[in-house]
Structures are given as C-alpha cells and as structure tokens.
C-alpha cells in the first residue's frame, strides 16, 4: 500500500483537495436546497466520497492514454 502512494502521490493530493472542495460546493447546495444542516452534511459526504474515487481511476487512465500517445511520438 505504501509503495502505491509514493507512486501516486500527485494524483492522490489532488484527487485529496478536488475531495475537500467538492464537499464544500456540495454542502452549500444540498443545504440552500433542503435548508436541513443534517441532510446537507449527509448528502455533502455521501456524493463527493463517491466522486473522488471515480476521479481518481479517470486522472489514471487519462495518464495511460498520455503515455501511449508519447510512446510512439519518441519513437518517430
């Protein structure tokens, strides 16, 4: 597990604050559209987490397709 991270530490810092900022942008909405502090705090947490993760596998496949579009480029 830590090899992991140390390999994806710039993916998983970003994916880190996109998390906190999405939770943010989240509450403010849930809460200005049901006015409950609760549901918006459950709401808040709920989606983002779920974000995050998906996030996280789409910064690594676009990194993939990057580097197959490199590859071939070196070669030429």
């Known amino acids: 597990m830590a090899a992991f991270a140390r390999n994806n530490l710039p993916?998983?810092?970003?994916t880190g604050s996109y998390y906190v900022m999405h939770i943010l942008v989240a509450a403010a909405v849930a809460y200005a559209v049901t006015g409950n502090l609760l549901m918006s705090l459950?709401?808040?947490l709920l989606e983002p987490t779920v974000q995050a993760f998906a996030f996280f596998f789409h910064e690594?496949?676009?990194q993939r397709i990057a580097l197959r579009r490199a590859v071939p480029?070196?070669?030429?």
């Open 11 to 14: 993916t998983l810092k970003k």
């Open 42 to 44: 459950t709401l808040s």
């Open 60 to 62: 690594k496949a676009w």
């Open 73 to 76: 480029a070196a070669a030429a």
